[in-house]
Structure formats: structure tokens, C-alpha cells
């Protein structure tokens, strides 16, 4: 089983040299500390930055320099913008980001996604999500499989309000990687010391299996 680390490490595996990214708030803002070191790749986040690079240090902290959930960053020496959040949500509206990683709260087997409001709790709004899930073509879910009371996060139809509708491609959990196909999630691999009947159990949507499931490999 992973924690929030492994499931950035993996996700890390999924970013191709060339990339511009964006990273939601959560586990994927961990993910530009394990990209590989001989791919470039660029960083956006949709407070107005483009080149942002991994956490810095402890007692390195620049304060006016952080990314869309607040957190800060460090930005590429040389290679870092700073801009409007017009000019931020142009780039996302157009379609000039190859990647999103996103948390999620729920995903439906139909690739729906719910992440930003849970009903009775007070939240700030949306934020970028919408238009991130609203234009981007490649959505990776950083997640974990269940709620803290053991109930899956992987469902037929989530119960919480959406945030897109069908635009989740892949998920990785703390136990699996998983496709979104036009029939359910497809298993693609497992956790380290994850059996394919602990994923079954977890996950309330239609889960397709389809030979022996390989273990994740960093």
C-alpha cells in the first residue's frame, strides 16, 4: 500500500519530457519533487506561475512566491514566469497544458469527478478546477481508494457535486492504477503488498480485470 509520497512517485512516472503541467491542490503538488532529472518539464499552477520547481528547503521559504493552494515554491532559476491569472487561465482554457494531476473526493466509473465541496462544510469555491477539467484532455486523479471510514472512492456514480463530467482518463490510489473505460475502471497495476481481492473490495464501481495484474515498479 502507498502513501500520499508513493502515489506522487508514481505519477511522476506518467509526465514525458516536453510537458507543460498543472498541479492541483493535495498529493499533486508533491509530484514535481520525482519527475526524472534528465526530462524537462514546466510546472503551471493557475495563480500565475509557469516553471515552478520542487518545495523549497525548510527555512528557504520565499512568502510571495507560492502556487494555487497557497503553499510555497520554489521557481526554475532561469526558467520561471509570473503572471495575471488571466493570462494563466488562457493558457488552460486553450489547451496549451499537456498534463492536469488532480485530487479528487470521489471518481465515477463513467470518469466524473467530484473535488471541490462536500455538502454541510463551508469551502471558498471551485477555484480552477472547472475550467481545468473543463479543457484539459489528460487528467490524471491522485487519490486515496477509500474514506477514512473504509467506504470506496471509486463508485458508479459519485454522490457528491461534480466538478466535470466523463473527463477523468487515469487514477492512482493507494493501492492501484487504474484506467477510465467506457465499461468501467480497468485495473492496471497494483500497490506493493496490494492483492488483486483487496482491490476488488475497495472499489464499488464496475472493476475490469483482465489477466495478471503486474505490481508498480518506481
Known sequence: MLDKIGIAKRIAKEVQDGYYVNLGIGIPTLVANYVREDIEVEFQSENGVLGM???????????????????????????????????????????????????????????????????????????????LVASAENIIVAMMHT?????????????????????????????????????GFKLLERAPGVSVDDIKNATEGTLIIDGDIPEMQF
Request: net charge neutral; glycine share 12%.
Open 53 to 131: 520547481g520542487p518545495f523549497p528547503f525548510e527555512g528557504e521559504e520565499d512568502a510571495d512566491v507560492i502556487n494555487a493552494g497557497k503553499q510555497t515554491i520554489t521557481a526554475l532559476p532561469g526558467g520561471a514566469s509570473f503572471f495575471d491569472s488571466a493570462l494563466s487561465f488562457s493558457m488552460i482554457r486553450g489547451q496549451h497544458v499537456d498534463l492536469t494531476i488532480l485530487g479528487a473526493m470521489e471518481v465515477a466509473e463513467n470518469g466524473d469527478i467530484a473535488n471541490w465541496k462536500i455538502p454541510g462544510r463551508m469551502v471558498k469555491g471551485m477555484g480552477g478546477a472547472m475550467d
Open 147 to 183: 474514506n477514512k471510514k473504509g467506504e470506496s472512492k471509486l463508485l458508479k456514480k459519485c454522490t457528491l457535486p461534480l466538478t466535470g463530467v466523463g473527463c477523468v482518463k487515469r487514477i492512482v490510489t493507494n493501492l492501484a492504477v487504474l484506467d477510465v473505460t467506457a465499461v
